[in-house]
Structures are given as C-alpha cells and as structure tokens.
C-alpha cells in the first residue's frame, strides 16, 4: 500500500507528455481508489481506533511469566526452548519469524514486520539465556513465575528477559495496532549472551543480510533509577569500555624458599605489579561522559553540584581530579582502568618458582587504542624480561552518537510519562551486545523502560531477580510508542 504512494511520488517527477498524460492519470486514479479502498479496513480504522490497552497489559504479563518459566540458565543455555516458545507467540499472531539452531539446543530467532524501505530497519535486540540461579538463596522459585508484593520473580527478569519481551509485545501491538511502517521493525532474540556471545557472534558471521543494513537497535544496558516511586534518572548506554585482559608472566631462577633469590619471578613480578598499582592512567573526558555529569549534578548537593556542572574545568584541579579517582563508581568513567585479579607463583610454600603470572582486567574508553595501551604499560613495567600476552577476544571500545531522532525521542518520551526525570548518557564499564552492531555501523543505545530501585537491581546476576507487574504493564505501552513513533 505505502508502496503504491512512494511509486505515485516518483511518477510526478518524471517528465509526463501528452501522450502519457492520459494513461498515467487513469494509473494515477485507480491507484487512489486502491489505497481508499485499502486503507479504510486496514490503515485509517487501526489508526483511529483506541488501543484495549488493559488487553495488551494483561498479556503482557501473562506472557512474561510464561517467558520466565522457560529454563535458558547458561551454561548450557538450551536457548531453542526460548525460540519455541517465543515462535508460537509470533504464529498467533501472523508475525514471521525464522529460528537457526546453530548448534544442538542453541538457537537464535529473528522476526520482522515489513516497512515501505523509506527508512531504514530498527532492531529490537534480545538475549534469551539467563545466568544460573541458586535455588537455595531464593525466596521462591527462580523459574516459577510467582507474583509477590506486585513483582514477578525469576532468573532473566530484568537481565534480560523483561526487556525482550517488552519488544516482543511492541511486535505485536505493531502488528495488531500498529499505523502502516516507513521501516522494518526487527525482533532478533539471541543466545548465550551470558558466556561467549556465540549467538550474536554467530547472526553476524552467517546472516547479517537480514539486519546490517538497519539504521538503530535497542537492547540493554541503560540504568534507570526509582527512588520513592518516582523515575529520578532514565539513562541510556551509548557507551561501552572495551575489556582488554593481559596475562604478565615473569621468569627467574627456581629454588629453594630457604635461600631466597633477589630477582626470582615472584620478585620480579611483585616489584611490576608494585608499578602498575601506582601508575595512575591519564584523565580522559569524553563528551558521553561530560554529559553525564552535566545531567546528574542538579541531583548533588553543593559544592558537587557546581563541580558536576563544570566538569571539564573541576578535573583541572589535581586536588578534585584524584578524590573523583577515589571514588569508584567516577573512577572508570574518566580513564582506562587497571584490576589485578588472578595470581599465580608456586604451589609449595618452600618452593621458588621458576615462572609467577599475574592476570589484569584492563578496560579501555571508547576512543583508545590498545597497542598504544601496550606501550605505556610495557614501560611502566620498565622490565623487559616479563612477558605480556592477550587473553580475550579483543571487543573494541565502541560508541553511538547522541545527536540523533530515536534518541531525542526517548528523551521526549521519557520526560512526558515522568515530569522531572533526568535523561543522561552512560557509559558502561562492562560491555552488552551493543558493541558487536556499533561495529556494523548501527547506533545501538542501550535503554528500556523499566524503572527498577538499586535493591531491585541486586537481583540482576543475584538472588530474587524480579521485575514489579507495574513495569510489565506500564513499559508495554511506553516501548510500543517509542518503536511506532520512529517507525512511521
Ligand atoms: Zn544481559
């Protein structure tokens, strides 16, 4: 139908002489008495009629308890059960879908509602697996679905099942409500997000035609913060440091603990760690995060407030910069950081041994290259005869901007259905899927609307994962209206 319009568009473009005029005025007629006929039962009464929003809620809720007794806890992620499930919800309702098991019990499922092409696809991106769950530390059943104190409890709840199926609702209200689309809306549900980001490794190595070409996707990520009942902070992950883990190894003579070797391995490798913990990384501010502070500092009181609001010129300040530094939830915001984890020397306490290794979770802003990493660190080391090795498939730092319509919109929206709420950028310290699609080009914010307490978030990766009723419901219609609105 949309597409009959656009091809009218171009028709009047193009030079009509006489001797056309009159069959493409015929064409042009009947054309108009198509999209008449075919807009009255379809698009103009969808369009006008008011949604049954308590039916959509209902099911929402209803599907998100389903959803949440599906067991995908990863390992071993049996994500093909999620696939199931979440395919016979597309089939009720005339959506198509198609699942790829790429391996036995490990499935991806993609779903689209077609557009006119006039913009491009929107991804609505959805990991399936949940990390395991210890039954014993739960209150109830973390695969039961109960309702308790207006919550629904379950593994995924909020990472992130919650969100999928918020966007597998907005598929629905789309098709079933929704005014005609000028994109393709795309549901892709993953697996093993969790542990090795096979699924989306996976999509994009083996079928990135159906998706590369999309111009947005929402998944997870974003931090919204509840206090009181009210939204304070809506916050969206456009960000994501990049892990960059090393593995130093120091060498030196072995023997015996009871005639000690000044510059054994252990010696050596203590003495280099010694280095690393007292190199403090340069202070970088980038604009993401700049912003950040911008947004919260009316949240501080003062003097915070005034530095907040003046960030760039506060870290000038040697004094403020290292009290920001000491502070860890400002700290990874403004430089690349170091964390000493695992440690190895030998396993005898009389025993020198001949190789000690360290392992350092290095996490790089979005913007830094890690060669150059290496070269400061190698020479803060300032010990050549220690080995520097990667030990992670490096994952870039990556980035979206911010200047764009589908931001400005949730923005809009989020302010209209909360009066007073913040609405900030966020950089992550740890890293979503985003980053795999920033890679193809695509602005991928990490955001959703549901609105959860910091002890609410205590469930993520914890013990009773839940996510209120109210959520469910309310997020149902809040991620609808920001999908259709940038759809149309
Ligand atoms: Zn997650």
């Not at 999509?203 to 009181?228: H, V």
Request: glycine content about 6%; some cysteine; overall charge neutral.
């Amino acid at each position: 139908m949309s597409g009959m319009v656009s091809h009218k568009g171009t028709r009047t473009d193009t030079k009509i002489t006489k001797k056309t005029f009159v069959p493409f005025l015929l064409t042009l007629r009947l054309c108009v008495k198509l999209i008449v006929v075919l807009m009255l039962p379809l698009g103009v009464s969808a369009q006008t009629r008011a949604i049954d929003w308590p039916k959509y809620q209902d099911m929402a809720v209803d599907l998100m308890q389903q959803y949440l007794r599906v067991n995908t806890s990863n390992p071993p992620g049996n994500e093909i059960e999620a696939t199931r499930f979440l395919k016979k919800v597309f089939d009720q309702h005339g959506i198509e879908s198609e699942t790829f098991e790429y391996k036995p019990g490990r499935a991806n499922i993609i779903a689209r509602l077609k557009g006119n092409g006039s913009k491009r696809p929107i991804i609505l991106l959805n990991h399936m697996d949940v990390v395991t769950a210890e039954p014993a530390s739960w209150e109830v059943d973390p695969f039961a679905a109960i309702v308790k104190n207006g919550s629904i409890y379950g593994r995924g709840a909020l990472d992130m099942k919650g969100e999928g199926l918020l966007q597998l609702m907005t598929m629905i209200l789309l098709k079933e409500e929704g005014p005609p689309l000028a994109r393709d809306v795309i549901f892709l549900g993953t697996a093993d997000e969790e542990v090795n980001d096979e699924g989306s490794l996976w999509m994009i190595a083996n079928k990135s035609s159906l998706f590369k070409d999309a111009e947005y996707l929402i998944t997870e990520g974003g931090d919204n913060l509840l206090e009181n009942g009210a939204v304070k902070i809506v916050g969206v992950d456009v960000a994501e440091k990049a892990p960059f883990w090393l593995r130093l190894t120091a060498t030196g003579l072995p023997g015996h603990g009871s005639r000690p070797v000044s510059d054994s391995a252990t010696n050596r490798l203590i003495r280099a760690m010694n280095r690393i913990l007292d190199w403090e990384t340069p202070v970088k501010l980038l604009p993401a995060v700049e912003q950040f502070f911008k947004d919260v500092a009316p949240l501080q009181p003062e003097p915070l407030r005034s530095e907040f609001a003046n960030i760039r010129q506060s870290l000038i300040d040697p004094v403020f910069a290292k009290a920001m530094g000491s502070q860890r939830e400002f700290n990874f915001l403004l430089r690349n950081t170091i964390s000493i984890t695992m440690l190895s020397g030998s396993k005898q306490t009389n025993v020198i041994p001949n190789a000690a290794t360290c392992n350092l979770d290095v996490r790089l802003l979005p913007g830094e290259s890690p060669e150059e990493f290496l070269k400061s660190l190698t020479a803060v080391i300032a010990d050549p005869t220690i080995k520097i090795e990667r030990v992670n498939r490096f994952k870039p730092p990556n980035s979206s901007p911010t200047n764009t319509e589908l931001f400005s919109l949730i923005a809009r929206k989020a302010k209209e259905n909360h009066p007073g709420t913040i609405v900030t950028t966020k950089l992550l310290s740890g890293y979503t899927e985003s980053q795999l699609y920033r890679q193809l080009g695509i602005v991928a914010y990490g955001w959703s609307p549901i609105y959860t307490t910091p002890e609410e978030d205590e469930g993520v990766h914890g013990n009773n994962e839940r996510i209120s009723v109210k959520n469910v419901r309310e997020g149902t219609r809040e991620l609808y209206e920001i999908v259709r609105d940038i759809s149309r």
